[in-house]
């Protein structure tokens, strides 16, 4: 009986090498500039809010400054979620599925978010640098700047997608960034 629990019991290994460590550190880079892109955008906008009613002197760059550092939090932190495996899955259809079959179609889905993040990268890089004359009205700033997180989040998820289609097929398992 022990042995047939020991059989049932195995848990894949923690997957380790320079890329696991080098992708857990910009996970973990990834969430800490979210979080401060998070408070950041609570603070523009209490400003925002306070300029407009307290003052009466709405500060004219709070809301252009709001829309990009929204795109920041949300890209990146998109990014991270697909290391940590957080992003949206059919995972409770996949668990009635064979190891072997399991292990394939999640292989699948890796290359195919891989793909996804790589036209992310490149789409975004064509974005930037098409727009990378203009200003961004009241930053003045270069519209590219709306651009550059999508290119570091395709990025991010190419490097994480990358990571789990090595860590599945040698059977270990990708530690979440914040253990």
């Not at 925002?48 to 829309?67: C, K």
């Not at 700047?145 to 789990?164: A, C, D, K, M, T």
């Amino acid at each position: 009986m022990d042995i047939e629990m020991q059989a049932k019991d195995v848990t894949p290994r923690r997957s380790s090498g320079w890329l696991t460590q080098m992708n857990a550190m910009l996970a973990r880079i990834g969430m800490a500039v979210s979080i401060a892109g998070l408070l950041a955008i609570v603070g523009v906008v209490f400003y925002q809010v306070f300029g407009r009613y307290a003052l009466n002197d709405p500060p004219t760059w709070a809301e252009s400054l709001a829309i990009v550092l929204v795109l920041y939090v949300t890209l990146i932190g998109a990014a991270v979620g697909v290391r940590d495996a957080g992003h949206i899955g059919l995972e409770s259809l996949l668990v009635l599925l064979p190891d072997s079959v399991r292990k394939k179609i999640e292989i699948v889905i890796y290359v195919l978010v891989g793909i996804f993040g790589a036209g992310m990268a490149y789409n975004g890089w064509l974005l930037g640098s098409s727009v990378a004359s203009y200003t961004i009205a009241n930053l003045h700033v270069s519209e590219a700047w709306r651009y550059v997180p999508l290119v570091l989040s395709g990025v991010l998820i190419v490097l994480f997608s990358i990571e789990h289609i090595i860590a599945l097929l040698r059977g270990e398992e990708v530690e979440p960034s914040w253990n």
